[in-house]
């Protein structure tokens, strides 16, 4: 199957410091990429759509100055966490899909990264 | 916009019995149902999916049921072993191609031995 990287795996940074983590499909082209959220024993939650060459759209409930996304090519977006707060702490995940190969088929994920904000 | 319902929250089941988990979904658009399979700070993982042109699905100890009209679907694992206790999650698309995918809440199953 298709691989998905994602990068760091894990992250400590200081309260109010700014986060960017990567995601990257190594052997596919993926003009849509999706970011989720998942806190502790709970779901994975949507966050935003991101959009190769054009503005991400979000998920209602989230703040898109704050959660900002980039995806500057068919193989990378990128998902920035401003002014990080604790609260921010969570286990963050992209999938991405080789809309290349058919229609409907399945969705990859990054490994996740885990964010602790100190 | 879509909204999925997964039960139960937590099962607990003997080895060698079986384990089923149900999920209900909101929208009538969706066309595609993935499982995935969640260890603990690990990626998803695809274990089967169901598309909604087929009623069911099955891969040797797990088998994947649809019932469109009352819209709801269902995992079955058979044969249960130690190694398939983890996390479960049911999921619904109704985005052609890229995915877009809502989740249930998630199933801990734990298998005893």
């Known amino acids: 199957g298709a691989v998905v990287s994602q990068h760091p795996s894990w992250v400590i940074c200081k309260s109010g410091t700014s986060v960017k983590i990567e995601c990257r499909s190594l052997?596919?082209?993926?003009?849509?990429m999706f970011w989720y959220r998942q806190f502790p024993k709970q779901s994975l939650m949507l966050m935003a759509t991101?959009?190769?060459?054009?503005?991400?759209?979000?998920e209602q409930g989230v703040e898109k100055d704050k959660f900002l996304i980039n995806h500057a090519s068919l193989t990378l977006s990128t998902l920035t966490v401003t002014s990080a707060h604790p609260e921010d702490s969570s286990f963050y995940i992209c999938?991405?899909?080789?809309?290349?190969?058919?229609?409907?088929?399945?969705?990859?994920f990054g490994q996740g990264t885990r964010l602790t904000v100190v | 916009g879509e909204n999925v319902e997964q039960h139960p929250s937590t099962l607990s089941v003997q080895e060698g019995d079986s384990a089923v988990i149900k999920c209900t979904y909101s929208?009538?658009?969706?066309?595609?149902f993935p499982w995935y399979k969640q260890e603990l700070g690990k990626r998803p993982q695809l274990i089967i999916d169901?598309?909604?042109?087929?009623g069911e699905k099955k891969d040797q100890r797990i088998a994947v049921t649809l019932n469109k009209t009352a819209k709801h679907f269902s995992l079955h694992i058979t044969e249960t072993q130690p190694e398939d206790s983890a996390v479960y999650f049911c999921?619904?698309?109704?985005?052609?191609?890229?995915?877009?995918?809502?989740f249930g809440q998630g199933t801990r199953l734990t298998i005893n031995p």
């Open positions: 999938s991405a899909t080789d809309v290349g190969r058919h229609l409907n088929t399945e969705a990859f």
């Open positions: 052997d596919f082209q993926a003009t849509t």
């Open positions: 929208d009538s658009a969706s066309n595609y």
């Open positions: 991101s959009n190769e060459g054009s503005k991400a759209t979000y």
């Open positions: 169901i598309r909604s042109n087929v």
């Open positions: 999921a619904a698309s109704m985005t052609r191609g890229a995915q877009k995918l809502v």
